[in-house]
Each structure stands twice: as C-alpha cells, then as structure tokens.
C-alpha cells in the first residue's frame, strides 16, 4: 500500500531554516509527481510545491516563491523541502501528497513551528 512518511520538522527561529523529507513507499515513486502542503491552525490545507515525476520542473505557491526549494532523489523514493528564511506565517503542519491511480495520497505530516 501507499505510504508516506515525513520528517524534519521542529523549532525554528524566523529567518532560520527547515529540511523536511517524505518517504514515500507501495507506488512506482520515479513516475509520479510529488506535492507538498501546509496546513496552519485554523486554516484550510494550502498546496505549497510541486515536482515532476523526473525533477526537472517546480512550482511554488507565490508565499514561499523564493524561499523553499522542492527536490527528489528517486534512487532514495524521497521527496524535499528545503525552507529558509522562515516566517512565523510559515507555521504549519506540512505534508507530502502523491495521486497514484486517482486516489490521493497524504503522510502524517510534520509540525513546523517559527517562532517570531
């Protein structure tokens, strides 16, 4: 079965930076585009990055544009999110998403807290 497991998340100072990753298992992981999501208390869960299956094309929500950069290494079946210059708006719990036979996919997430 489709799994997907994050991890990387922690206590942040605004400015400082974050390395999340996303194991991800029971799909053919090098075919498929990667997402990542955010969802802050209160708040509705927000799409934050995108990655072709081959790693060759991203696309960021304009909030992050600059500062975070979505990778893969298909060797490893895991996904990035590198975040710097972190913003006390970026408070989130983050999650990989994958759709695999029109069925989407979600991990656990991963509480990321800056504080201000």
């Known amino acids: 079965q489709v799994q997907l497991v994050e991890s990387g998340g922690g206590l942040v100072q605004s400015g400082g930076s974050l390395r999340l990753s996303c194991a991800a298992s029971g799909f053919p992981f090098s075919a498929y585009p990667m997402r990542w999501y955010r969802q802050a208390p209160g708040k509705e869960r927000e799409w934050v990055a995108l990655i072709t299956s081959a790693g060759s094309i991203t696309n960021y929500a304009d909030s992050v544009k600059g500062r975070f950069t979505i990778s893969r290494d298909n060797a490893l079946n895991t996904v990035y999110l590198q975040m710097n210059s972190l913003k006390f708006e970026d408070t989130a719990v983050y999650y990989c998403?994958?759709?695999?036979?029109?069925?989407?996919?979600w991990g656990q997430g991963t509480q990321v807290t800056v504080s201000s």
């Open positions: 998403n994958v759709v695999h036979l029109s069925v989407s996919y």
